[in-house]
């Protein structure tokens, strides 16, 4: 069974300072991968980034970059420049195929991240 | 257009209600999802439909009643709910192309409140 694991149930930073927000996974599979989601308190989930467990190359997407160390199954989110719209939940997540069609994502318990002025 | 549209945002009802929450994408998508989130909790998968066809029920009770009328519509139907159903409804949906980096396109969620 896949499990995700966030350890920071809430972390605070500066505006204009990078965060890195943690996430361990287990899993058997040789094959997964790994999003990140923010929800802000509208409620919508919204993707950031994806990591694939073959990917040689850490993901990046704008001011957003994924830290995967595949040996110690770790995959840490790094916000550069934070800024006060950062402020949210964010969700760790790992893929499974479902045989009959479809994805699951499971995902970490989370980590509220408030971004001061 | 890449949005998924969740009616009605909030939603309050009774025990004895029966009520049906919607859900719209037209990304061309065929697979969705209907996702349950209690406050300050991760989301929990209740139903997969992949090509209009239930996928998988993740032993949700009876009272909900999911249906799939079209590629691009998705319902929750809502039968004598308990005060403990009361949550974020999110639904989900994805291409359905089989690619390792697909991902889910969630909507904004239905409040969902039982008294």
């Known amino acids: 069974a896949q499990k995700i694991t966030q350890t920071q149930p809430g972390m605070f930073v500066q505006e204009k300072e990078a965060v890195t927000l943690d996430c361990t996974y287990d899993?058997?599979?040789?094959?997964?991968?790994l999003f990140w989601y923010k929800q802000p308190s509208s409620g919508e989930m919204i993707f950031l980034i994806y990591q694939g467990s073959y990917d040689q190359q850490n993901a990046t997407e704008g001011r957003y970059s994924l830290n995967f160390q595949k040996a110690r199954k770790s995959a840490n989110l790094v916000i550069s420049a934070s800024q006060l719209g950062d402020s949210a939940m964010y969700f760790c997540?790992?893929?499974?195929?479902?045989?009959?069609?479809?994805?699951?994502?499971?995902f970490g318990t989370g980590t509220q991240l408030k971004v001061e002025l | 257009d890449t949005e998924v549209t969740q009616t009605p945002k909030h939603l309050v009802m009774g025990m004895t209600n029966k009520k049906s929450l919607k859900c719209e994408q037209h990304?061309?998508?065929?697979?969705m999802y209907w996702y349950k989130q209690k406050a300050k909790k991760p989301p929990e998968l209740m139903f997969v439909?992949?090509?209009?066809?239930?996928?998988i029920n993740e032993s949700v009770p009876s009272r909900f009643s999911p249906e799939c009328p079209n590629s691009s519509l998705l319902n929750l139907h809502l039968h004598a709910l308990q005060p403990e159903d009361s949550a974020l409804y999110l639904c989900a949906s994805s291409q359905e192309t089989g690619s390792a980096n697909e991902k889910l396109f969630f909507g904004s969620g239905t409040q969902l409140s039982v008294l």
């Open positions: 990304m061309g998508h065929r697979a």
């Open positions: 439909y992949s090509y209009e066809k239930l996928s």
């Open positions: 997540a790992m893929r499974d195929i479902l045989t009959g069609g479809g994805n699951k994502l499971t």
């Open positions: 899993t058997s599979d040789p094959s997964y991968g």
